[in-house]
């Protein structure tokens, strides 16, 4: 369903990815780690089509970012997510439904907020809260839209330990029921345990890890 084919993209002359190879299979939790600045952001705003790669193919489910449907099945929550301020946790869950014309019950929004421990701050103004909150009402939105493909930067950054182990299962569950999970993570014990599949992004390339063994990688990094 996403493919990266022999991509490569540029900054003012300056190289930041080469030759990128990637795909992400219906039903799969894939896993992106790499050191700081390795390009892993970069990456994922070229496969959300925010910049414009120089070289290869990006598609999903067969199209490429210059089709507005291939926006359609596609969520991303980037690291630093900007959620509407003046909105409360409940409104912000509303008006983006209603921006992908999903009709979400309540019953199902409650389940969720309960989940995730953000149940009494539905009604709360996002601008009070914490940076952990701001980004489970984003993960709680993607998982209520049901893509086929959530793409998450850095999820569990700002998370408590508890949600992180919360966010761990959805994102197992969502993925056995619903769709696939692309996510990036510096936290490589949460990688090994749910993906799939895991790549490894150094020197501007990437290449699939195998062996499962990422703190060996990084020893040599
Ligand atoms: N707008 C920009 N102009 C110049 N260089 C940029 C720009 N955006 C990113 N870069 C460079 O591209 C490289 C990759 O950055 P990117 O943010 O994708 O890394 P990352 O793997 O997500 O890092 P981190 O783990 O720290 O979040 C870095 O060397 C960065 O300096």
């Given at each position: 369903m996403l493919k990266v084919r022999d991509t490569s993209f540029s900054i003012d002359g300056n190289l930041i990815l080469h030759d990128i190879n990637l795909t992400v299979d219906r039903y799969q939790i894939v896993g992106l780690v790499g050191k700081n600045g390795a390009g892993k952001t970069t990456l994922f705003n070229i496969i959300c089509g925010l910049i414009n790669f120089s070289e290869g193919e990006v598609t999903f489910n067969d199209r490429t970012p210059n089709d507005v449907k291939y926006f359609n099945e596609l969520f991303f929550i980037p690291d630093t997510m900007l959620v509407h301020e003046y909105l409360k946790g409940i409104?912000?869950?509303?008006?983006?439904?209603?921006?992908?014309?999903?009709?979400?019950?309540?019953?199902?929004?409650?389940?969720?907020?309960?989940?995730?421990?953000?149940?009494?701050?539905?009604d709360m103004l996002i601008r009070d809260y914490s940076k952990g909150m701001k980004m489970k009402i984003a993960i709680i939105v993607a998982l209520l839209l049901k893509p086929k493909l959530i793409i998450l930067d850095e999820p569990f950054n700002g998370l408590d330990p508890t949600s992180c182990i919360k966010l761990m299962d959805a994102l197992k569950y969502y993925s056995e029921k619903y769709g696939s999970v692309l996510f990036s993570s510096h936290t490589l014990d949460f990688v090994e345990q749910i993906s799939d599949k895991i790549y490894f992004l150094t020197d501007k390339t990437l290449r699939e890890v195998t062996d499962k063994n990422l703190m060996e990688l990084f020893k040599n990094e």
């Open positions: 409104e912000y869950i509303e008006f983006v439904s209603s921006l992908y014309s999903k009709e979400i019950s309540n019953e199902e929004i409650q389940s969720m907020l309960n989940y995730f421990d953000l149940k009494d701050n539905a």
